[in-house]
Structures are given as C-alpha cells and as structure tokens.
T-cell receptor, first 111, second 118 residues
Framework: KQEVTQIPAALSVPEGENLVLNCSFTDSAIYNLQWFRQDPGKGLTSLLL?????REQTSGRLNASLDKSSGRSTLYIAASQPGDSATYLCAVGGGADGLTFGKGTHLIIQP | GAVVSQHPSRVICKSGTSVKIECRSLDFQATTMFWYRQFPKQSLMLMAT?????????EQGVEKDKFLINHASLTLSTLTVTSAHPEDSSFYIC??????????????FGQGTRLTVV
C-alpha cells in the first residue's frame, strides 16, 4: 500500500527566505506526482504536476523535482511571501486509481 | 485546466438525516470520479472510485451502504451520506478525470463540501 510522508510537518520562516518542502513515497510505480496548496477550510489548488517520466516542473517561484527511483520529491519556494502561508500537500498516483496524499506541511511566512 | 464544480460548499444537517453532495465536470466528460474525505488536521483519504455507468469501488473501511455513490452520467457524480451521524462530519471533496485521457493526466478537484452533523 502506498504511503506518502511529508517533512517537515510545520515550518515557520521570515518573509523572503527560500525554502524546501520534502515528500517521500514508498511505491515508485506511480503515474504522476502533484503538489497542492490548501488554505484553511478551503479546497485544493493544484500547483505543479510532474509526470512519472519527468524530473521537474517549474511555475513562477515554485519548482518541484521528482526522483521516482528513490521515491522522493521536493517543492522549492523562492523568495517566500506571507501570501504563501498555507498547507502544502504532496500526492502520488494517477491512472485508474485515485491519489494518495501526504499529511501536508503547514507553512507560515512571517511578515 | 478543466473545471469541476461541487455543491453544496457547506451543509449542516441533523443526525439521522441524509445529505447529497453533487460533483459536476463542467467542460469535459468525466469517466472516472473520485471521492475523498478529510478529517481535521488529517490528510485527504480516498473513499471510493466511480466509473460512469458502473458501481463504485470503495476503499477498505468505507461503508458502501452508508456512502452511496451514483455516477449515472459523464458529467455528474453524487455522494449521499445516509443516516448521518456527528462522526461523519468532515470535508468531502471530489475529483474527476476525462475519458480517453492518458493515465498520467491529472484529475481535477472540486471545491469541497464541509459537512457538519449536529
């Protein structure tokens, strides 16, 4: 059974810092990996989707990498801003199956 | 990206009543829809997978008679929480994938439904 672990569970940093969120998964047989953002009491905002054949994806200040063989992904956030404060979720799977989510990293960017 | 609409966004119901949540794909035909549940401070957990015109496949530990899923058309799936109890209070969210899409394409998520059973 696939398990997804996110480290750290929580992170609080001053505005402007670059930061890295980590995600690991136990079964490398995945179709894709997605990073989402979830604001309190809200739904999911898809940030980046990495196909299993890809190594990384970039969108603005966000960069996500995927090392499928080692079961790891990182989300890099450059020049963090208070508006980046949210819970960041990593999820793997795809295909006919649904996604398996990690518990998330609760991020606070201090003004 | 494709749009998935979920309704209602928030519902409060009395214990023992049933609640129906709708998930619609607005600009594509969704052959597969997924229903997830998220308890406070927990991750999203897949409840069931439904394919249009066939019975849903439920994850282990999810009661199929309590959480009724109907995927009768290519644009609509419904989740009915029957005889709801306070422990069913949770955040329910659906996602949908299009037919004919490659298996590595993403599923698009609805906005979620916050269910509170009192």
């Amino acid at each position: 059974k696939q398990e997804v672990t996110q480290i750290p569970a929580a992170l609080s940093v001053p505005e402007g810092e670059n930061l890295v969120l980590n995600c690991s998964f136990t079964d490398s047989a995945i179709y894709n990996l997605q990073w989402f953002r979830q604001d309190p009491g809200k739904g999911l905002t898809s940030l980046l989707l990495i196909q299993s054949s890809q190594r990384e994806q970039t969108s603005g200040r966000l960069n996500a990498s995927l090392d499928k063989s080692s079961g790891r992904s990182t989300l890099y956030i450059a020049a963090s801003q208070p508006g980046d404060s949210a819970t960041y979720l990593c999820a793997v799977g795809g295909g006919a199956d649904g996604l398996t989510f990690g518990k998330g990293t609760h991020l606070i960017i201090q003004p | 990206g494709a749009v998935v609409s979920q309704h209602p966004s928030r519902v409060i119901c009395k214990s023992g009543t049933s609640v129906k949540i709708e998930c619609r794909s607005l600009d594509f035909q969704a052959t597969t829809m997924f229903w997830y549940r998220q308890f406070p401070k927990q991750s999203l957990m897949l409840m069931a997978t439904s394919n249009e015109g066939s019975k849903a496949t439920y994850e282990q530990g999810v009661e199929k008679d309590k959480f009724l899923i109907n995927h009768a058309s290519l644009t609509l799936s419904t989740l009915t929480v029957t005889s709801a109890h306070p422990e069913d209070s949770s955040f329910y969210i659906c996602s949908a994938r299009g037919g004919g899409w490659g298996k590595n394409t993403e599923a698009f998520f609805g906005q979620g439904t916050r269910l509170t059973v009192v």
